[in-house]
C-alpha cells in the first residue's frame, strides 16, 4: 500500500539497508572485525557507542543450502512463525497490519539480568527485488525491520525501556542446474544471506554485559533460524 504514512520512509530505508547490505565487509567501510565463524557463517560487528551505550553494528553473511531467498525472508517476516526460532522472546503482538508485505510489531524480550527488561516497536516490510546481476536468475528478497511510534504504545511508560532498532535481511538464492532433464530438486539450491543489524538499547546497559549477550545471542539466532527454516521447507515444494 504505497497511500501509508509510512510509506515514504519504508522506501527510503530500504533502498539504503539493501545498498548497505550488497555491501562487502571491506567496502561497508573500516573497524569491522569478525567476532564469530562457524561454518559458512560469519559475524563481524564494529564497537560503536552513543551516551556511553553499546550499539554496536552487526553484519553477519551465511550460505546455506537447500532452500530460498524467498522462503527465508518469508519465515522471518511471517509472525506465525516466530515464537518458534526467536528464543530471547517474551511477547509479540502485530499493532497495525499496514498491508500483507507490511505489519507494525510489538514484542517484548526476556530481561538480561542485571539490564531492565526491553521492548521493540518496528515497522517490518517484506519486498522481492530484481536480480541485477543475472536477469532470469531468482529474485532477491529483503526484510526490513525498523523501530518506529504507535500512538497507544508510547516508549517508557510501562516496565519496558524502549530498544531502537535497524535490521535488514538480504536473500540472494542460487540454483545450480540439474543434469539434462533431472528435476529440480532442493540439492540444486543455495541462500546467501546477509543480516544486518543495528539495536540502540535505549537506555543504560553494562557495555560488558550486552556485548556479551550479543556475542552469545546472535551466533545462536542465525544458526538456530536457517535450521528452523531448511525443517519448515524440507519436504514442501520449493517456493522461489
Ligand atoms: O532481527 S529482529 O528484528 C527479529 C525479530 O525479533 C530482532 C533481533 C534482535 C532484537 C533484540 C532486541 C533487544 C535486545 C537486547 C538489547 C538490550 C537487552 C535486550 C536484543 C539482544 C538480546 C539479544 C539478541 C540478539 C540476537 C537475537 C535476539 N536477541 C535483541 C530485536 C529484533
Known amino acids: 500500500a504505497t497511500n501509508h504514512r509510512l510509506w515514504p520512509e519504508i522506501e527510503r530505508m530500504v533502498e539504503a539497508q539493501v545498498m548497505m547490505a550488497k555491501m562487502g565487509i571491506g567496502e561497508c567501510g573500516s573497524g569491522w572485525q569478525l567476532f564469530a565463524e562457524d561454518g559458512e557463517m560469519k559475524m563481524y560487528r564494529r564497537e560503536e557507542e552513543v551516551d556511553g551505550m553499546v550499539v554496536d553494528p552487526l553484519k553477519a553473511v551465511h550460505v546455506v543450502k537447500g532452500i530460498t531467498g524467498h522462503e527465508v525472508c518469508h519465515h522471518f517476516f511471517s509472525p506465525q512463525y516466530r515464537y518458534d526460532w526467536e528464543t530471547t522472546l517474551e511477547h509479540m503482538t502485530v499493532l497495525e497490519t499496514i498491508s500483507d508485505d507490511t505489519l507494525v510489531f510489538l514484542q517484548t524480550h526476556k530481561r538480561i539480568w542485571p539490564a531492565s527488561q526491553r521492548d521493540g516497536l518496528f515497522w517490518s516490510h517484506i519486498r522481492k527485488l530484481p536480480n541485477e546481476k543475472d536477469r532470469d536468475g531468482p529474485d ?65 546497559a553494562p557495555a560488558s554485559v550486552l556485548r556479551a549477550v550479543y556475542k552469545r545471542e546472535y551466533p545462536k539466532f542465525l544458526k538456530r533460524f536457517t535450521a528452523y527454516v531448511k525443517n519448515q521447507t524440507q519436504s514442501k515444494p520449493i517456493m522461489f
Open 140 to 204: 532477491i528478497w529483503t526484510v526490513v525491520n525498523n523501530s518506529t511510534d504507535h500512538p497507544d504504545y508510547p516508549p517508557n511508560n510501562g516496565k519496558c525501556v524502549r530498544v531502537f532498532l535497524t535490521v535488514c535481511l538480504l536473500c540472494q538464492t542460487t540454483v545450480d542446474p540439474p543434469k539434462e532433464g533431472m528435476p529440480l530438486t532442493r540439492d540444486n539450491l543455495s541462500c546467501k544471506i546477509t543480516y544486518c543489524s543495528v539495536v540502540n538499547p535505549g537506555g543504560w
